[in-house]
C-alpha cells in the first residue's frame, strides 16, 4: 500500500517538496542545537521547559483524540464513523511521533535517551509516559494499517485487531492522564499541583484533536476526494463543541479556586497569565486571544445553523485549535516557573532557531500525516470511487 | 527470459557493488601502522615497578569496562579504592590515577583511540592534567 | 634509662599531638598536596554519617559575606555565564521573604527584610527530584545525600521542575570556557546534563567537611549528622529555634535556617 503515497498531482508533489524543505532547515538549526547545547533557546534557569515540551503536552493531547472515533464507533456501533476511524487512527500515530520527537529535541544529552530504557525508574512518570507511547503507537500504527488493508482487498479484518482496538480505547485516556501526572504531581509547583489537571488535559485534547479532524476531513473532501459524510462531520463537531464546553468549564473553576481562596501561591500564577506580574506581561495577550477565540468557538459550534455551514465550521476548528494550542502550551507549561519557587518572575521568550526546529518537527509531522492520508485516499478512492453502492457496502469493517 | 531496463539494472548493481566493497579497496595499498605507546612519562619513570593496575594485555582489551566499573562504583557506590589483581590498591580516578602516570595523553590515549576511531567523550568532564589553567 | 608509664604516655601524646598538628591547622588540604599513597590513605578514613544535615546560624553570618560561595564554585568548577539565563549555582543568598515565601509581612522588621541566607540544594529525607528522574542519574545515598550521577544524566530537567526550591541549574551550554580557575581535582560538567550541590561527598570520602563550612570564618554553618545526638548541628537545632524552607511539602528538607 506504501506505493499509493508515491502517485500524485502536481499539488500534492509541492506540498511534500514545501515540507521537506521547512523539516530540512529545522534539521540544520537542530544541528546547531547539538553543537551549542540547548542555550540557543530561550530557556532559562527558571523556566527549564520551553517551546517543545509545550508542544509535546499539547499533541499527546491530539493523539489520545483518536479515542473519539473509536470509542463511538467500536463500543456503540455508530456506523457514521466507520470510514474514518482510521483517519484518527494515522492522526493518532502521527501526533506520538511528533511528541518523540520534541521530547527527543528538548534533551540535553540526547544521545543518552536509551537510558531511560537501560535504567528503568518506575517511581518516574516521565518514564511510564515513554512506555504508553510507544505502546499507543504500536497499537494504532497496527490497528491502522491493517483494517485499511483489509478494506483494500475487501475482506473483513483477522480477528485479532479487535481486542487490540478496544484496548486502545483506555490506553488513549491513560497517555494523557500520564502526561498530566508528570505535572500533578511535583510538589513545587503550585499551579501544576492540582488534581483537575488529568480532567483538563483530557477534556482540551477532545475539543483539539477531533476539531484537527474535521478541519482535515474538510480538506480531503476539497482535494482528496474523499468524503467523510456529514453525518460524521457533525458528530465530531459536536463532540467538539461538548467537550471545548468542559474545557472552558475546568478553566473557570480553576480561576474560581484560585482567587476565591485568595491564597497567592495558587492566584499569582493566573496573575501573571491574564494581567501580568510586577509589569511583566509576554503571556497576556496570548491568553486572551485564547479566550476569546474558544468563546467564539463555543458559540460558532453550539448554534445549529453555523455549525452546519462548512465554512463556520472550518474557522471554528481553526479557533478550537490555536485557542487549546496557546492555552495548553503557553499558558500552561511556561507559567508552571512563573513565579519561581523562590518569588522571581523570569519570562520566557523563544529564540529563532528554538521556533525553526520546532516548525520543522511540526513539518515532519505534516510530511507523515499527508504520506498517511494519500494512501487511506487512494484506497478509499478505489473501494468509494466504484459506481455501484453495494461495492462499498461489502466491505466489513 | 527477458531482462527489461537492463542497462539501469545493470549499472546500478555495479554501483551498489562498489559503494558495498568501499572499506576494502579505499585506501589499498596505503601503510597504516598499529600505534606505537609511549610510557615515558615523568610519572612512570618514577616508579620503581613499571605495573599499571594490571597487566598490559588485560588493560588494553578491558579497559574500557574497568572504567565503567569504576564509574558506577566510585558515584553511585562511594567506592573509591579499587584492589587490583596483585592486592594492590589504587584511588578510583580518571584523572587522578590513570592520567597521573599516563599523563602523555596524546602520544598514550589518544594514539591508539585515533587510529581505532573510538572517542571516548570521558575528557569532556574530566580534567586532563596539564591542559587547565590553575 | 629509667621510664615508668606516665612518661610514656606524656611522649606518646605529645607526638600524636605534634603529628596532628598540621592536620588541625591547615584543614583547606587539596589533593594537589597530597602524594598518591597519602590521598589513598585519606579515603580509608571518610566521614559518614546516617543523615547528613546543615545549620545554617544567620545571626553569626557577616553581612554581604560570600566566602561560602567563592570556596564551593571554585572547588567545584561552577561556570560563570555572566547572564542569568544560563546561570548555574550550587549556593547562593536570597532575601527572607524568597526563602520562606508567605512569611514576610509589611511589618516585619528591617533587619529581617534585608537579611539574606544561603540557599543550596536541601538534601531533602524524601525529595521529589529522585521520585521523578527517569534514568535514576538523580539518587539519593545511604547517608541522606541527594547526588548527581552526571554520567547517566539524559538533560531532562524534570528534576529541575520537581525541586520545589530552585536549586537545580541546567548546563544550557558547555562550561568549559567560562570557570575562571579550573580545579584539576574535581571534574568540571559537560552541557546538557543538570548539576547541584553535592554536600561535597568527595570530601567528605576523604574526612574533610564541605568546602562552605570550612571557608566561613564565622563558623555560621554547622555540618553533621543530624541523627547522631552527639553532633553539634544536632545539639544545635535542639537548642535554637529553626526553620526549614516550605516544610509543609514533606519533602523532609535538611538545611535549618537558626532565626
Known sequence: MLEKALKGGRGYWSWIAVLLIVAATGFCFYLRQLDYGLGVTGMSRDVSWGLYIAQFTFLVGVAASAVMLVLPYYLHDYKAFGKITIL????????????????????????????????????????WDMIVLSGYLLINIITGWVILSSQRNEIPPPPWVKPLIYLSIPWAVSIHTITAFIYAGLPGRSFWLTAIMAPRFLASAFASGPALLILLCLLLKRCGGFDAGSKAVQALAKIVAYALAVSIFFVLVELFTAFYSQIPEHAEHFRYLFAGLEGRTNLVPWMWTSAVLALAALVMLIIPPLRRKEGWLAVACVAVFVSLWIEKGLGLVITGFIPSPLQSVTEYNPTGTEIAITVGVWAIG????????????AVRGGIDGAPDEKAAANIKY | ??????????????????????????????????????VDTPAINQLPDKRCLEDASFMRKNHMKLLNTWREGAVREGQRLYTATDGRSFEVSLTGTCLHCHSNKDQFCDRCHNYMGAKPNCFSCHIIPGEVNK | MTSNRREFLKIAGASTLALLAPAILCPARTRGNLSAAEQKSSLLHPLTAKRWALAVDHAKCSADCTDCITACHRIHNVPDFHNPKDEIKWIWTEPFSAVFPGENHPYQGQAVQKMRLPVLCNHCANPPCVRVCPTKATFQRRDGIVMMDYHRCIGCRLCMAACPYGARSMNYRDPRPFIAGINPDFPTRTKGVVEKCNFCEERLARGLRPACVDACKQKALVFGDVENPQAEVRQLIEKRFNLRRRANLGTKPQIYYIL
Open chain 1, 88 to 127: 484518527g487512527e494515522f492522526l493518532a500515530v502521527t501526533a506520538v511521533i511528533m511528541c518523540v520527537l520534541f521530547i527527543f529535541v528538548d534533551l540535553g544529552q540526547p544521545s543518552r535517551v536509551m537510558n531511560v530504557l537501560l535504567h528503568p525508574a518506575p517511581t518516574s512518570i516521565l518514564f
Open chain 2, 1 to 38: 527470459m527477458k531482462l527489461y531496463n537492463g542497462g539501469i539494472i545493470i549499472t546500478g548493481i555495479v554501483i551498489f557493488a562498489l559503494l558495498i566493497t568501499f572499506p576494502f579497496w579505499w585506501g589499498k595499498g596505503e601503510k597504516n601502522p598499529a600505534p606505537v605507546l609511549s
Open chain 1, 366 to 377: 505534516f510530511l507523515i500525516l499527508t504520506l498517511f492520508y494519500r494512501i487511506f485516499v
